[in-house]
């Protein structure tokens, strides 16, 4: 090399394979994608350029393609650089023994250029491509000579601009040395290639799952009924609230100014026609009632008074406390017809279904509630109720029981006490295909394409020992797996996969507390992706966390209230039972490496 090198590190643009995700910062093997590719650049560059979201520099205009965002990175690179190394941040086994094979390829002489014909067959190359181990070139792995990849730049800036080119523009027509450089050249550009290249981070499900998992169809139920399902559409007004004028208290409708001549019966709630005032008269009215025409205003009994002197009606009188104060509720109040009043995304609890009632609406769209049936696993494992002393070996179902109330938090409908599957390959088979007869998780029908279990909740069977039957079922049964361990603790080992015939399993580990954190948080994940629920991450901060993270793993930890608004955190916990649940309402998530400032997500398990 006679010049300088320098490297232009292109962090990743929408990421529409990834949802929407920052691909630079997704954790492969433990370590940021951005973070191995620009330590394997700058041991064979003088100088390092990022380009795109959150770079040194950034396309113009954003997001206008890999092409533009080249340019933008040689006109940051300093005018000593004399060779270019080009390349993507999805490339998690990239390492610097790659990049000098590259530039060593550079300088050799045309004969040695290896792969396909070119163009011209002879003069100096322009670039020296990777070629991946399936043979593919890899137009973001590559060496240029930068006055040739200025030339090129500048001949595709004349014919028809840089954004939107696809990045194998740039090689058309240039001599190339290509060099098989085998794994090093691997692309991660979806989530099913970051998961199958081992556990992801923690802060990464969501996002896996929701591109991983299709979401349920959407149905119409009657509000009441459509409790617990996420709104698949806009919770739209079909009346207003009120949907008349009425009365928000006991007291007396009136018309005109005061005093006021009491005429008529009382106006009671339900009263269809209630008739009209003139100007000076008044009627009792009751709270809820409707307001008769030709009122002004209504004002409750503490704020008039009423007297009689035999001779004629009853005359009511504005105390001096009525004085700018209004009971009556005019039509559309609280919301018009065709107001908003919840958006996609949102829980239907309670109250909202209640509201949704009162704006008239007799069904509502709706994604869930997802249903459920858990399944444990392990044939050491005896029902919850059975009685002392046990046979050597056996251990009482001690989580089992339990997971249905940490479900229904974490957003699921589940049904039934728990089923239990034998470790046998024959059971778990049945198990995963749903077949009749296998009780917990078959796909019975109970209306057209409706299965009565959205998830199979298993408990057990997610590790990779001799009785540990999943991995082989899900895989003979054709199904997808969308997640395959987290790197967390406790609650590393498990998977989420989706089923041929529609359902979802949800795999957690065999150990109650492990369990238990791996429901309330994935299960959670596993809720929001079938539903499309949005909910936001309560946060808090806990003093001295800097001693409880981990690096290169997230912790799930038991959290209780300090009694200050706080909370505490229990550093050490065991995960063979859940004594160290006890008394602590919430999990706290403490992220990968956390610093003594970074805030926790608090959880809510039961």
């Known amino acids: 090399m006679t010049g300088a090198a320098g490297a232009i590190v292109l962090t990743g643009g929408r990421a529409s394979r990834l949802g929407g995700a920052d691909k630079a910062g997704i954790a492969v093997a433990g370590r940021p994608m951005l973070e191995t590719v620009v330590r394997a650049a700058a041991a064979v560059s003088d100088a390092v350029v990022t380009v795109g979201p959150g770079g040194d520099t950034c396309e113009e205009p954003p997001y206008s393609g890999p092409v533009a965002g080249i340019a933008a990175g040689l006109a940051a690179l300093p005018e000593r650089v004399d060779l270019v190394v080009v390349v993507a941040c999805d490339l998690p086994d990239l390492d610097d023994d790659t990049l000098h094979a590259l530039v060593a390829a550079l300088g050799r002489p045309t004969a040695e250029s290896t792969g396909r014909p070119t163009a011209e067959s002879t003069g100096r190359p322009a670039a020296a491509l990777a070629v991946d181990a399936g043979g593919r070139d890899q137009y973001l792995l590559a060496v240029w000579h930068r006055p040739a990849l200025a030339a090129r730049l500048d001949a595709l800036r004349r014919f028809g601009g840089l954004g939107g080119r696809p990045v194998r523009a740039l090689y058309d027509d240039e001599v190339l ?13 979806t989530w099913a290639e970051v998961v199958a290249s081992g556990p992801i981070a923690l802060a990464d499900v969501r996002a896996a799952l929701r591109v991983g998992l299709v979401p349920l169809p959407a149905t119409a139920r009657p509000p009441l009924a459509a409790i617990g399902g996420v709104l698949a559409a806009p919770l739209v007004a079909a009346d207003p609230m009120p949907r008349e004028p009425v009365s928000a208290m006991d007291g007396y409708a009136l018309a005109g100014p005061g005093p006021w001549r009491l ?5 009671r ?4 026609a209630p008739g009209g005032l003139v ?27 009423v007297t ?9 009188t504005a105390l001096p406390g009525a004085a700018g104060q209004d009971d009556l509720r005019p039509a559309g109040e609280d919301w018009a017809a065709g107001r908003e009043l919840a958006e996609a995304g949102v829980t239907l609890d309670p109250a909202l279904s209640s509201a949704a009632l009162s704006a008239g609406l007799t069904s509502v769209m709706v994604r869930g509630p997802v249903r459920a049936i858990v399944v444990t696993t392990g044939d050491e494992v005896l029902p919850a109720d059975t009685p002392s002393p046990l046979p050597p070996g056996r251990i009482r179902d001690t989580v089992g029981p339990l997971l249905g109330g940490v479900l229904a ?15 046998t390959i024959d059971a778990m088979d049945r198990l995963i295909s749903g077949a009749a007869g296998t009780g917990a998780g078959s796909a019975h029908e109970v209306g057209p394409g409706q299965p009565t ?3 199979i909740v298993l408990v057990g069977a997610t590790g990779r020992g001799v009785a540990d039957h999943l991995r082989p079922a899900l895989e003979r049964a054709g199904a997808t797996i969308v997640l395959d361990g987290v790197r967390v603790r406790p609650g590393g080992s498990q998977i989420v996969a989706a089923l041929p015939d529609g359902r979802v399993l949800l795999g957690l580990p065999g150990n109650p507390l492990a369990a238990v954190s791996a429901a309330a948080t994935t299960g959670r994940a596993v809720v929001d992706s079938l ?27 038991p959290a209780r209230p300090d009694g200050a608004g706080g909370w505490t955190l229990s550093g050490r916990v065991r995960t063979a039972h859940l004594a160290d649940l006890a008394g602590a309402p919430a999990l706290a998530v403490v992220p990968e490496g956390a610093g003594a400032d970074d805030p926790v997500e608090i959880v809510d398990w039961i």
């Open 177 to 189: 040395t290509r060099v098989s450089v085998g794994a090093p050249a691997r692309d991660v550009d």
């Open 263 to 267: 005429t008529g019966p009382a106006l």
């Open 269 to 272: 709630a339900g009263t269809s």
């Open 279 to 305: 100007a000076g008269t008044a009627a009792p009215i009751a709270t809820g009632a409707l307001v008769p025409v030709g009122s002004d205003r209504v004002l409750r009994h503490e704020l008039v008074e």
């Open 308 to 316: 009689r002197d035999g001779s004629g009606p009853a005359v009511v």
């Open 409 to 423: 938090r974490a957003g699921f409908d589940c049904a039934g006490p728990p089923g239990h599957c034998p470790d």
């Open 453 to 455: 279990v959205d998830v």
């Open 531 to 557: 539903t499309g629920r949005e909910r936001a991450a309560v946060l808090a901060r806990v003093t001295a966390l800097d001693r409880l993270s981990a690096p290169g793993r997230a912790r799930i930890l």
